[in-house]
Nanobody, 116 residues
Framework: VQLQASGGGLVQSGGSLRLSCAAS????????MAWYRQAPGKQRELVAV???????TYADSVKGRFTISRDNANNMVYLQMNSLKTEDTGGYFC???????????WGQGTQVTVSS
């Protein structure tokens, strides 16, 4: 499956953005979809996961501010980001289908820049 992330941009601290990840085929059977991010000079980190059943998991740093959701009918996954902080700046990547030690499919990143 091919993944296309979009929705990034420049926003002031405290603002909001919604990222979208469009899949090239049905995601209803995919066990998990995730968002990762990578800040300059840092390792890629897991931001949020949503399973096929709708269970969500978040990094501690984004709990209460970010919401991941999936629209199986339209093959989309979203990341609603509220109360953005400068430390949320980075490239955001969507990923699909957990295969035990990694995600099988990755999209290209969309850049999020939060200014103070």
């Amino acid at each position: 499956v091919q993944l296309q992330a979009s929705g990034g941009g420049l926003v002031q601290s405290g603002g909001s953005l919604r990222l979208s990840c469009a899949a090239s085929r049905s995601i209803s059977g995919i066990n998990a979809m995730a968002w990762y991010r990578q800040a300059p000079g840092k390792q890629r980190e897991l931001v949020a996961v949503i399973t096929r059943g709708g269970t969500t998991t978040y990094a501690d740093s984004v709990k209460g501010r970010f919401t991941i959701s999936r629209d199986n009918a339209n093959n989309m996954v979203y990341l609603q980001m509220n109360s953005l902080k400068t430390e949320d700046t980075g490239g955001y990547f969507c990923a699909a289908n957990w295969i035990g030690s990694r995600y099988e499919y990755w999209g290209q990143g969309t850049q999020v820049t939060v200014s103070s």
